[in-house]
């Protein structure tokens, strides 16, 4: 066997044996290839951008990704050609044409391509058809195809693409066609609001100052002699704003007459609803050469709005004095701020948006509506989790110009969409710089290890770990937030594995105790500087492992309402369910010949979420009762109560998972889960498991209950015991009126779906969010 080197050279003879094992060490290392290096390792030399040297005879081509798109970095592939723009056949196109296309693009590589005008049908000639590319040539012009112009396609097969997110280091835009540089997409390394002022430049987030562009790895200032409000709007936007506004404009003068600015060599045309600067024009290229006055003009400079959660100075004497209005639109089921499931409010109850054809545009304009930025992207599908409730809207066509979402067209018929299509959006968000002060140590790969804290300690910022007294999964869904890992799939009150860094084993936070909403650990209850931390630091110290999806179990309102009724029970059918204390204090004082009465119901939990519900306890731990014959997986799996109207609790019972399995599941969906035999207990995503009406412990004990008028609740995971991605739907309500003889259930609904006014007609618990503590 005869190696040769890159440069075709044979190299020395190596027996097979010795191949082979070369083979497995490269097999074996690129399994850790997504962990990335250690801190203090240095980074691989990045690719740097070189301009393509392109023979005379080269047609000069431009491309653009344009249509339906849910991200910047995507859409519909456009050639500008002979002074016209036209698109690409999908016809033999393949992941190395679109390479060679994102490349071209000034993206690193290529992610996925559709065919089938998957982003709408383009306009003008088809350029390319039956393009043969290798992913090596320098534009796609140098690809084999049946050459330029020539195509039996239709625009119903106009090919799309998805490229990375990140830019080519050093990529620059360079301009072949500079007559008609005007309809060009801007195409940069990087843009950024840099604050200039001293009163701005310790604000977090920065929202004033220079826009700069990074131009051949350098930064540069752009002309404002071409500048409108509309580019603000869409800077602004980028940065995670939802709007901009005046500035004092002599201030910056004075500034730039000390120090010369370098200017790019583009102005920027927007029209102010696009969601990210790359969908813009760029403006006539500008006569002058870099560091000269502009023509008189001035740097662009940008003062934005931050949205009222990300305000630096909020008022809170403000919001104390008046009530805030109820909003039209949430999100619901993200792991970070600014993503989630998009719901709307309609006639006082929340319902989702079917994803037909949702862009990039509607969800920005639900974006800024929530106090945000631009969207990131639009996301269809359910990816972000299944709602519940009606689909308001479907169809929906904003404009970006919009208030509200609810603004916006759309089709009032929804039939045919599901709740498989619920539209979701990742908005930008400002950035506040949490994640600098928190850091996982010691852990197998990114997603896990020993939480440390940068904190402020006798004048100077130190490393520290935090106390894990009381450390539970709220505490750990905030450090995953912050991060921007996900959820938090465990919580860790010993580390002792995760040997983290060694300076940083004392305890600086303790008395940590969170919501699960905050967007920092600081934000949440601890002790400040007056530490308390009987177990100490180091092997003892708080710990997570997240994970980019979760489940979410959520109730069927409808099965309790239907399957409610009452039975009088004789005592001595019921001795197991005592044992688990599943009847009322009382019946300890019942003979065996007495009766108890009974509400009982059937609950029909689903699992909605991205993930698998599975018990926190692994089977070793699992506890056999003897009575009833079977193991728990989880000791209190849900909670039932019965409240006056007052919400004074009066009755109550529990259920244990008795066996935690699919039941049903929806269509094209298996079934993983089955107790017999002492198999794996979980419910499946698009599964639900059945609690019949008619097993023990499903059932409040009643027989001391007087008649009257009652509000019913059901609460799942009460004890947050497993994460999931939305907790405020574990709860689930009902009016419930008892005459003596017969009983009735109806008004059933789960935590969240209504409005806040009708919900607050139902006393007792508001919501599941973290309401024992």
């Not at 662009?300 to 109820?326: I, L």
Request: glycine share 10%; aromatic share 8%.
């Amino acid at each position: 066997m005869s190696l040769r080197s890159d440069k075709g050279v044979p190299t020395k003879m190596l027996p097979p044996w010795c191949v082979v094992l070369v083979l497995l060490l490269d097999l074996t290392l690129a399994q850790y290839e997504h962990l990335g290096y250690p801190p203090g390792y240095p980074d691989p030399e990045q690719e740097q951008y070189s301009a393509p040297q392109l023979r005379p005879e080269t047609p000069r081509i431009q491309l653009r990704l344009s249509g339906d798109k849910r991200k910047h970095n995507e859409g519909r592939v456009e050639v500008y050609y002979n002074n016209e723009w036209g698109t690409v056949c999908d016809d033999d196109f393949n992941s190395h044409s679109a390479q060679v296309v994102c490349r071209e693009l000034g993206y690193l590589e290529a992610v996925s391509w559709a065919p089938a005008s998957k982003y709408g049908k383009g306009t003008g000639p088809i350029w390319f058809d039956n393009l043969h590319c290798t992913g090596k040539e320098k534009t796609l012009a140098l690809c084999p195809s049946n050459g330029i112009g020539v195509s039996d396609c239709k625009h119903t097969e106009d090919v799309g693409v998805v490229c990375s997110d990140k830019r080519i280091p050093g990529f620059r835009f360079i301009n072949t066609l500079p007559n008609h540089v005007e309809n060009m997409d801007i195409q940069v390394e990087d843009v950024r609001i840099r604050a200039i002022l001293s009163s701005y430049r310790k604000r977090i987030p920065v929202t004033e100052g220079y826009v700069e562009v990074k131009d051949g790895g350098k930064w540069k200032q752009i002309c404002n002699a071409e500048w409108s409000p509309l580019n603000a709007r869409v800077i602004c936007g980028m940065f995670g704003f939802p709007g901009e506004r005046k500035y004092n404009a002599r201030v910056y003068k004075m500034f730039a007459r000390r120090r010369k600015p370098s200017y790019w060599d583009y102005a920027v045309n927007c029209t102010g609803n696009e969601a990210h600067l790359s969908s813009c024009k760029l403006g006539q290229v500008s006569p002058l050469k870099s560091n000269v006055t502009c023509g008189g003009g001035l740097p662009v400079v940008v003062s934005c709005v931050p949205g009222r959660d990300f305000a630096p100075t909020p008022m809170a004497g403000f919001r104390k004095a008046f009530r805030q209005e109820q909003p039209l639109v949430r999100l619901r089921g993200g792991a970070i701020v600014g993503e989630g499931r998009v719901e709307i409010l309609k006639n006082g109850e929340w319902g989702t948006i079917c994803d037909d054809h949702w862009s990039l545009m509607s969800a920005t304009v639900v974006c800024r509506e929530l106090g945000l930025g631009t969207a990131k992207e639009a996301l269809s599908g359910g990816r972000l989790g299944q709602g519940m409730g009606p689909v308001h809207m479907n169809e929906v066509e904003c404009s970006g110009f919009e208030k509200s979402i609810t603004e916006c067209l759309f089709n009032k018929e929804s039939a045919g969409c599901s709740h498989e299509e619920d539209a979701a959006v990742r908005c930008n968000v400002p950035a506040m710089g949490f994640q600098q002060s928190l850091r996982l140590n010691g852990g197998r790969n990114p997603f896990e290890g020993r939480v440390e804290v940068l904190m402020e300690r006798n004048g100077s910022l130190v490393w520290g770990t935090v106390c894990s007294e009381g450390w539970s999964t709220m505490e750990a869904m905030v450090v995953c937030r912050t991060l921007g890992l996900g959820f938090a799939s465990n919580a860790f009150q010993e580390t002792w594995y995760w040997p983290g860094d060694v300076s940083a084993d004392s305890v600086v936070m303790s008395g940590v105790r969170c919501s699960g909403t905050e967007m920092s650990l600081n934000h949440c209850l601890h002790h400040g500087t007056h530490l308390s931390c009987s177990k100490g630091g180091g092997r003892n110290a708080a710990g997570v492992s997240c994970s980019e999806t979760a489940p979410d179990l959520v109730l069927n309102p409808q099965a309790v309402e239907q399957t409610t009724y009452m039975e009088d029970r004789p005592m001595f059918m019921m001795q197991c369910a005592q044992e688990e204390g599943c009847l009322s204090s009382s019946s300890s004082l019942t003979p065996a010949t007495s009766y108890r009465r009974l509400l009982r119901f059937s609950s029909q939990i689903h699992n909605n979420g991205q993930s698998d519900f599975r018990p926190k306890a692994g089977r070793n731990s699992w506890v056999w009762h003897d009575c009833h014959r079977h193991y728990h997986s989880m000791e209190v799996f849900t909670l039932y109560d019965l409240f006056t109207l007052n919400g004074t609790k009066v009755a109550e019972g529990h259920k244990a998972s008795f066996c935690l399995e699919d039941s049903e599941c929806d269509e094209g969906i298996e079934k993983r889960y089955e107790c017999a035999n002492f198999g794996e207990q979980g419910i499946t995503v698009g599964c639900w498991d059945t609690y019949r009406h008619d097993i023990d412990c499903q059932w409040i004990d009643i027989t001391d209950i007087k008649p009257g008028d009652y509000i019913f609740q059901i609460v799942i995971n009460p004890n947050y015991e497993v994460p999931e991605s939305d907790y405020s739907n574990n709860i689930m309500k009902c009016r419930c009126r008892y005459d003596g003889h017969r009983v009735w259930m109806y008004g059933c609904h789960n935590g969240g779906s209504l409005s806040t006014e009708t919900e607050e007609t139902f006393p007792g618990l508001l919501n599941n969010q973290v309401t024992h503590r």
